[in-house]
């Protein structure tokens, strides 16, 4: 029969416990406390909680044995801390998001789909890209949603299905005819040939942007509130990015 301990855990919310009960570690060994806790009862000042306490009986380790952490338990440190981040600088760290996220549809765009290699790769390209999303993309798209959601405030189902409207309607064929040259104009093209380029790719691009995001969007309306909106989106659009990447930058 095996020994047991017991190890304590603080969480943050009801889901994290439900995920916790759900991932295996809360088995027939289980849970075995589970109350609301304060900081202030362990005396560390005022209390800021409810937060959870589990105390969950586990297998104590042979002499020498290292225990690794389950792999959602990184996952979960490096969430809670974009959560953190997020609520103490939101403009900032949406920016800094869609940057990031910009470069990387680049990289996908130059790896799987021109598959230039690493030797190959246009760095310059990508800079320009991650550049894009933190000067013109984040602040457009992220004020864009602050925008929205004062002209509907809503977050019923038709309200969801107007912002979606609106959005696609609107903002999106505007996005796309400002971004398109944007980059030409970075990557060094004459006004006419950036005209040109612009009327050959633009058509093609706002179909293709209606194939993914009207669906996307009012998902994102209805179930995500405002302030995940722009890293949701900027998820989803990491294959996006890849195709406006390519097609931004095909002569």
């Known amino acids: 029969?095996?020994?047991?301990?017991?190890?304590?855990?603080?969480?943050?919310?009801?889901?994290?416990?439900?995920?916790?009960?759900?991932?295996?570690?809360?088995?027939?060994?289980?849970?075995?406390?589970?109350?609301?806790?304060?900081?202030?009862?362990?005396?560390?000042?005022?209390?800021?909680?409810?937060?959870?306490?589990?105390?969950?009986?586990?297998?104590?380790?042979?002499?020498?044995?290292?225990?690794?952490?389950?792999?959602?338990?990184?996952?979960?440190?490096?969430?809670?801390?974009?959560?953190?981040?997020?609520?103490?600088?939101?403009?900032?760290?949406?920016?800094?998001?869609?940057?990031?996220?910009?470069?990387?549809?680049?990289?996908?765009?130059?790896?799987?789909?021109?598959?230039?290699?690493?030797?190959?790769?246009?760095?310059?390209?990508?800079?320009?890209?991650?550049?894009?999303?933190?000067?013109?993309v984040g602040p457009v798209v992220g004020g864009w949603y602050r925008v929205l959601d004062r002209l509907i405030p809503g977050t019923t189902k038709v309200d969801a299905l107007k912002k979606m409207l609106l959005d696609q309607g609107g903002f999106a064929p505007c996005f796309l005819g400002c971004f398109l040259p944007l980059v030409g104009t970075l990557n060094g093209l004459s006004t006419q040939d950036n005209w040109a380029k612009l009327q050959r790719d633009y058509p093609d691009a706002l179909i293709t942007n209606y194939y993914l995001w009207p669906a996307v969007q009012l998902a994102n309306f209805y179930l995500v509130p405002l302030h995940y909106r722009l890293a949701v989106v900027q998820c989803v659009a990491v294959i996006w990015n890849s195709y406006l990447s390519w097609k931004a930058h095909r002569l």
């Open 1 to 136: 029969m095996a020994n047991h301990s017991f190890q304590t855990m603080i969480l943050e919310t009801e889901e994290d416990v439900r995920t916790l009960a759900s991932s295996g570690r809360g088995n027939s060994e289980g849970l075995s406390r589970l109350r609301p806790w304060h900081r202030g009862e362990k005396g560390q000042g005022a209390e800021v909680g409810p937060k959870w306490e589990v105390w969950q009986a586990s297998p104590t380790p042979r002499a020498g044995a290292h225990r690794a952490e389950p792999p959602s338990a990184g996952s979960m440190a490096l969430w809670r801390a974009y959560q953190r981040a997020l609520t103490a600088h939101p403009w900032k760290v949406q920016v800094l998001t869609a940057g990031s996220l910009m470069g990387l549809g680049d990289v996908i765009s130059q790896q799987l789909v021109e598959r230039r290699g690493l030797r190959e790769h246009q760095t310059g390209r990508t800079l320009t890209m991650v550049s894009l999303g933190c000067g013109f």
